[in-house]
């Protein structure tokens, strides 16, 4: 059982459940002890919940809700957002065009869409430069709420950006090398915020498909990701032995976990942690009848319930050489990595060999 500062207790595998006020509210608590905290959840589990992390939670819940209705969009409106290239990395995902993995090889990603494809659609939206070479796209095109959609989800962007500079200012904290340590590397940041919608899913496609996911074993690429959750359930988190433990939904926190780039800049100190999305689980959420419903399921099936996420992927600037952090290591040779290396170079790598 989780203690009061745990999120998650279970074989080997301790999620810290931290309070983040003293970074978030001027004049609150013991920021170094706040540091230390977000740091040893990452160096020992590589993911963390937090409280009071500064976004308030109807912005959350007005969120949430206007990604449920881009979603519900028709397929024509969505495809014509569609995404493009890895370099790009924005616009809509449809069902089955990402097979989330580790191998950097495409064949090999590719070959493994056959166990199941991920079952889940999304909406990239990278750092708003309309001018530039890789403009958002925007359902603003289409009528009165795509524009709204537009202003509320640039907002929501700057929120995560912001959250984002006050975890790493922890990380730095914890680290021994100052507050402001990461901000000219992380500003503004070459972040992506990512709307995640897994529909209804029959009961049986599981049972049938051992292999059936709905969204493949991962880590995560860049410095951290902002996991914001509902209620559904079904994120689960590799333990050190190997197991898939559940990530439960907890109301008001954001789950935050490192990512590779992270990882590789602390000296791997730091973990960036596999984790995936499975149905809920059957002990904490029953399957649904749908079908009677008229939401298009077939007439007295049992799906498991449509699950949304939101997820803000965080990252150095794209030019930022990622080199060994100071503190990481004693001597040359403990350095795991002895090549500095360009950030996007890193992420674009791992973006070619999943779409
Ligand atoms: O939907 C979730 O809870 C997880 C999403 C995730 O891990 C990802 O998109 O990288
Ligand atoms: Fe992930």
Redesign the pocket.
């Known amino acids: 059982m989780p203690s009061s500062n745990e999120a998650v207790s279970e074989d080997s595998l301790s999620i810290p459940l931290i309070d983040f006020s003293s970074f978030t509210t001027p004049n609150t608590g013991d920021k170094s002890a706040t540091a230390d905290a977000v740091l040893k959840g990452f160096q020992n589990a590589g993911f963390i919940y937090l409280t009071n992390f500064g976004i308030p939670p109807e912005i959350l819940s007005e969120t949430f809700e206007l990604s449920k209705r881009f979603f519900e969009r028709p397929f024509e409106q969505k495809e014509a957002l569609r995404w493009t290239t890895p370099d790009a990395n924005r616009g809509y995902v449809s069902y089955g065009r990402e097979k989330?993995s580790q191998s950097l090889d495409k064949a090999t990603v590719d070959a493994s869409r056959s166990q199941g494809l991920d079952l889940k659609e999304s909406m990239e939206i990278g750092r708003e430069d309309p001018n530039g070479p890789f403009p958002n796209h925007w359902p603003d095109r289409f009528d009165e709420e795509g524009k709204v959609f537009k202003e509320k989800m640039l907002d929501f962007f700057q929120r995560c950006d912001d959250l984002h500079l006050k975890v790493m200012s922890a990380i730095a904290v914890g680290l021994g090398l100052g507050e402001d340590f990461f901000n000219e590397s992380c500003t503004p940041g070459d972040n992506n915020l990512?709307l995640?919608h897994?529909p209804p899913v029959p009961k049986e496609t599981f049972k049938s498909n051992p292999n059936q996911l709905r969204?493949g074993a991962?880590s995560?690429y860049g410095s951290i990701?902002l996991?914001f959750?509902d209620t559904v359930g079904?994120?689960q988190v590799q333990s050190p032995t190997g197991r898939f433990i559940n990530a439960t939904p907890i109301p008001n926190t954001v789950v935050v976990n490192a990512g590779d780039l992270l990882a590789r800049w602390a000296n791997d100190k730091i973990k960036s942690t596999l984790?995936r999305?499975v149905e809920p689980d059957r002990s904490e959420q029953d399957a649904v009848v749908l079908g009677e419903k008229g939401d298009g399921g077939k007439e007295g099936q049992e799906y498991y319930p449509a699950?949304y996420?939101i997820?803000h992927?965080c990252n150095p600037n794209f030019d930022v050489m990622i080199e060994t952090l100071p503190g990481t290591y004693e001597s040359e040779e403990d350095k795991v990595y002895k090549e500095a290396i360009r950030c996007k170079d890193h992420l674009v790598q791992r973006l070619a060999a999943t779409y």
């Open positions: 989330s990512r995640l897994y969204l991962h995560d990701t996991l959750q079904g994120l984790h999305v699950r996420s997820a992927f």
